[in-house]
């Protein structure tokens, strides 16, 4: 506002009176300019605790993907104790040694435990000694005679 704002609202006013208006009006711009440099002040501190909080929640997840990580190599080392745990049981039970079985379930080892049982089975073919052992042993008769000795003990 100026001096000549008022004189042409108020033509009859005495330059005491625009001064009058004049200060009040001052006092009026000056109590804005302190609140609003009051609000720009909180303004300001509103802005670095919103930065601050940001970068707490930036931490907060990078700590929640590692709980995860953990969290998720955690439940795959349990499984696989439990899946050795249960190796351990069948090849206890079977007498198969654990590595080599390669199921993920009970059932699947016992399984694989039985036809590894079967394949291993000693054969019911006779020992022949031909001479041709290591150690040097000698044979007490001919090939022939201890394929013919096992052949008539099958009958």
Known sequence: MKREDITGLFPEATQEQI?????????????????????????QTAQETI??????????NERLEQFDAVQTELTELK???????????????TGVPM????????EAC???????????RPSTY????????????????????QFAEWFNSQN
């Open 19 to 43: 001064n009058k208006i004049m200060s009040i009006n001052g006092s009026d711009i000056n109590a804005a300019k302190k609140g609003l440099t009051d609000l720009q002040a909180e303004h």
């Open 51 to 60: 930065k601050e909080l940001q970068s707490q929640i930036a931490k907060s």
């Open 79 to 93: 499984q696989a104790n439990e899946i050795r745990d249960m190796k351990a049981k069948v090849s206890k039970a």
């Open 99 to 106: 590595d080599l079985l390669t199921g993920d379930t009970e």
């Open 110 to 120: 016992k399984a694989q435990a039985e036809s590894i049982k079967e394949f291993a």
């Open 126 to 145: 006779p020992s022949v000694y031909d001479g041709g052992e290591p150690g040097g042993t000698s044979p007490k008769s001919t090939t022939r005679e």
